[in-house]
């Protein structure tokens, strides 16, 4: 099966977007939707969530509104309760997206591009993506890229950022990490942002559909 990539992009006003979808979901995931400060924050959860469901329908060919139930244990990439799916989620500026794959955990991140100084995210950084940016013509977006894949190689492995983000240098394809090799693959969702999926082999094929609400 090829990588399933689903994202949408919220609509500006988030809050009818909130009143009619929100109920579509379970209770338990509607009240820790609700516990985000901001309507936008907020959508966006719900968003992640309406895409995994239709991608998990779209894998198991049940067109049901059933949700699956996700599991998350202290250092652990958050799983699915007795499903064979690997999924990848995540959010940024208007942008909700996730990922599915069958046969290994994958790894998703998104930024919004924007103007930004690199030189705040040094304690994170390799020392060969700092050379690299300090290269670039473009290195607000080109450090969004690095910093996407570099998330979404953490985010393969369950890991947060910590000590070791700095001996991963994501200018390499494969990139080591934990002496584990990870495969990272650019998406190209939206001119607007940056976006990038990772795992430890290559996907042979790529799915990616946008979805509107």
Not at 157 to 184: C, E, H, M, R, V
Request: hydrophobic residues 40%; negative net charge.
């Amino acid at each position: 099966m090829p990588l399933l990539v689903r994202y949408c992009l919220l609509p500006v006003n988030p809050v009818l977007f909130l009143e009619t979808h929100l109920p579509l979901l379970p209770v338990a995931l509607q009240d820790t939707i609700r516990t985000y400060a901001s309507p936008q924050e907020r959508a966006l959860r719900l968003a992640g969530k309406l895409l995994l469901q239709r991608a998990v329908a779209e894998f198991s060919g049940n067109k049901g509104d059933s949700f699956p139930e996700i599991v998350h244990l202290p250092g652990q990439k958050p799983h699915f309760q007795g499903l064979p799916l690997h999924f990848g989620i995540a959010h940024s500026g208007r942008m909700s997206a996730v990922a599915l794959h069958t046969e290994q955990p994958v790894g998703l991140d998104i930024e919004a591009l924007h103007p930004l100084e690199w030189l705040h995210f040094d304690p994170w950084l390799h020392e060969s993506e700092k050379e690299t940016l300090c290269d670039s013509p473009t290195p607000s977006r080109h450090f969004l890229e690095i910093w996407t894949r570099k998330e979404a190689i953490l985010k393969a492995t369950g890991s947060g950022i910590n000590a070791d983000f700095t001996t991963l240098d994501a200018t390499q394809n494969p990139a080591l990490f934990k002496n584990q090799l990870f495969y990272w693959q650019p998406l190209h969702l939206h001119p607007e942002y940056a976006a990038t999926v990772a795992a430890q082999a290559k996907f042979p094929e790529t799915d990616t559909q946008e979805v509107f609400f």
